[in-house]
């Protein structure tokens, strides 16, 4: 199973978020005037028989400057607009897959202190 965090404010159509299984949601009041001030956090629970149908679809919906990720035990997925990183997990967070996800995303214009693939178990 993958658990995984999509604000609703990153989507182009946040109804999408009705069609998958919901473990809470949660406000988050944020400053930084780029964004919008309150932040609704999703953390969802997918089958991984479903994840690379979700990250396909999320990937297609979620906003320029903005990512969703989803983890299990062997992997961590970032989604961007239209390009996914699937990367291994592990405790240092040093793979080349887990620094290219991270160079794509400060490329796209996402500031690097909200890239910390926070998982959650």
Do not use: C
Request: charged share 35%; glycine share 2%; proline share 2%.
């Amino acid at each position: 199973m993958y658990k995984g965090f999509i604000l609703s404010e990153s989507l182009s159509d946040a109804t999408a978020l009705n069609n998958y299984k919901k473990i809470y949601v949660k406000a988050e009041k944020h400053d930084d005037p780029k964004y919008p001030e309150f932040w609704h956090l999703f953390k969802l629970s997918v089958p991984d028989e479903e994840i690379d149908q979700v990250a396909d679809a999320v990937s297609k919906n979620i906003k320029n400057e903005w990512y969703a990720h989803f983890w299990n035990d062997n992997k961590l997925v970032v989604i961007f607009k239209n390009k996914i990183f699937w990367v291994k997990r592990e405790d240092t967070w040093s793979s080349d897959e887990y620094n290219k996800a991270v160079d794509y995303a400060v490329s796209q214009g996402i500031d690097k202190r909200y890239l910390d693939f926070k998982i959650e178990e």
